[in-house]
C-alpha cells in the first residue's frame, strides 16, 4: 500500500477530505520521526512499538569485486508488532 492508498482508505472510513487525511498521516510521521530521533519509543498498544537500536561495525564483501570492506555503525529503526496486530494478522 502506497501513502497516497493510505489516505484514501483513511479518508474513505473517518469522512474525512483526502486533503485533511494526508495532513493527518503526514502528522503522524512527523511525529513519530521527531521523536524516535529524540531517542524515545513510540507505543500503540494492539498495533506496535517503533524504537531505535544501534547496529554494529561490520565486515562485508563487495560482491562485484569480492573485496572486504567495513560497513559503519548506524541508528536503525525497529518495529515490534503488537499482540492484537500479530493475532489479526495471523489469522
Do not use: W
Not at 10 to 33: M, P, R, S, Y
Amino acid at each position: 500500500m502506497s501513502k497516497a492508498e493510505l489516505v484514501e482508505q483513511i479518508a474513505e472510513q473517518t469522512g474525512l477530505t483526502k486533503a485533511d487525511a494526508e495532513k493527518a498521516v503526514n502528522a503522524f510521521i512527523n511525529v513519530v520521526t521527531s521523536t524516535l530521533k529524540g531517542g524515545d519509543d513510540v507505543t500503540l498498544v494492539g498495533f506496535g512499538t517503533f524504537s531505535t537500536g544501534e547496529r554494529a561495525e561490520r565486515q562485508g564483501r563487495n560482491p562485484q569485486t569480492g573485496e572486504s570492506i567495513t560497513i559503519s555503525a548506524k541508528k536503525v529503526v525497529k518495529f515490534k508488532p503488537g499482540k492484537a496486530l500479530k493475532e489479526e494478522v495471523g489469522s
